[in-house]
């Protein structure tokens, strides 16, 4: 069963004239509603998260710092990271949401799901907002998984154009948890490099694949391939997504050539990846896109290769 939490509450971190803006939720439940394969999924519920998740992550002075920022009124945490009074509100949300969704995931109600959240997560460090993003929901949700429910191992790859330095940083010493990103390099962060892979008992449980500009399907796919080929030897119990579109060869912000057929064959793949691995068990936490037509097309290609 494959289900999405794609709320309304998501538009109400509003940041005007923003790329990461309130369209992008209208544009994907737009999509879905126009695929017939897409008709019937179960619809998630948005859900405030504590504190206790969060500081599995974050450091608790930045918690605060994010909290007291947006409601004196501040309009931006860092130059690229704009917020209003219920930016901090909803990214709660983002991350209780999601996190509400894998405990189904765990409990075997659910299979598979996709968290069209705002604000989107991969580049926040444990201290810093960075790159439109608050806290790391990706991060937060492997270690729920784990310190929760006895997730052994957790698998995240990352296809956002944008390399998810947030979430390497998390997890950059810890064998337990392996981070794959595809992403154009050099570009923002500047993180990311081939030769980072980790360190001390985590040395080898982080795989970069940084292409120049112009990389398209054939170099995504073949990202994806390595990440399988790496899971024969580290044998995941869950498999999380950072998935950001940005990669598409209409998106603003970047200069990747991805189609929706690539995104459609990445999907296939990594289904069929949890599948072998991960008794089906995989979720998709939405990270970049800005063109919002391809956003919303590429996001159904990649749904109607997880619906049963």
Same mark, same amino acid.
């Given at each position: 069963m ?5 709320d ?6 509003r940041?005007? *004239?923003?790329?990461e803006?309130?369209?992008r939720?209208d544009?994907?439940? /737009?999509?879905?509603? %126009?695929?017939?394969? &897409? ?9 405030e998260?504590?504190m206790?998740? &969060? ?5 608790e002075d930045?918690i605060?710092s994010v909290?007291?920022?947006v409601?004196?009124?501040v309009?931006? &945490? ?5 917020v209003?009074?219920? %930016?901090?509100?909803v990214a709660?949300n /983002?991350?209780?949401? %999601? ?7 765990? /409990?075997?109600?659910i299979?598979? /799901?996709?968290?069209?959240v705002r604000?989107?997560?991969h ?13 790391n ?7 729920? #998984?784990?310190?929760?429910h006895?997730?052994?191992? =957790?698998?995240?790859?990352?296809f956002?154009?944008?390399h998810g330095n947030g979430?390497?940083?998390s ?18 962060? *500047?993180t990311g490099a ?5 360190? *001390? ?16 399907d054939?170099?995504? =796919? ?5 990440f ?6 580290f ?8 998935? *950001?579109?940005d990669?598409?060869y209409?998106?603003p912000?970047?200069?990747h %050539? ?14 069929? #990846?949890a ?8 979720a998709a936490f939405?990270e ?5 037509d ?5 996001? =159904?290609? &990649? ?6």
């Amino acid at each position: 069963m494959l289900a999405i939490l794609a709320d309304p509450i998501f538009k109400e971190h509003r940041n005007p *004239g923003h790329p990461e803006s309130t369209k992008r939720i209208d544009a994907i439940n /737009a999509a879905i509603a %126009s695929s017939t394969q &897409l008709k019937d999924l179960q619809r998630l519920a948005p859900v405030e998260a504590t504190m206790e998740p &969060l500081l599995r992550i974050h450091d608790e002075d930045y918690i605060e710092s994010v909290r007291l920022r947006v409601e004196r009124g501040v309009s931006y &945490l860092d130059p690229d990271t704009q917020v209003c009074r219920a %930016s901090y509100r909803v990214a709660l949300n /983002a991350v209780g949401g %999601s996190l509400a969704a894998l405990d189904r995931i765990a /409990a075997g109600e659910i299979e598979r /799901a996709f968290f069209a959240v705002r604000p989107p997560g991969h580049h926040a460090e444990s201290d810093r907002a960075r790159g439109f993003c608050l806290f790391n929901n990706i991060a937060i949700a492997t270690r729920h #998984l784990q310190e929760t429910h006895g997730v052994a191992k =957790v698998a995240i790859f990352d296809f956002d154009v944008h390399h998810g330095n947030g979430t390497m940083h998390s997890f950059w010493n810890d064998p337990s948890v392996f981070y794959a990103s595809v992403h154009q390099y050099p570009h923002f962060p *500047g993180t990311g490099a081939a030769d980072d892979v980790g360190a *001390g008992k985590g040395r080898g449980a982080t795989l970069n694949v940084p292409y120049p500009h112009g990389a398209g399907d054939a170099e995504y =796919v073949e990202a994806t391939e390595r990440f399988t080929d790496a899971m024969e030897t580290f044998r995941p119990d869950v498999i999380l997504v950072s998935a *950001g579109f940005d990669a598409h060869y209409q998106d603003p912000l970047a200069g990747h %050539s991805v189609t929706e057929d690539g995104y459609a064959r990445m999907g296939a793949m990594l289904r069929d #990846l949890a599948g072998h691995h991960s008794k089906g068990r995989i979720a998709a936490f939405l990270e970049g896109g800005y063109n919002l037509d391809a956003l919303g097309r590429s996001i =159904v290609a &990649l749904l109607e290769e997880w619906v049963d």
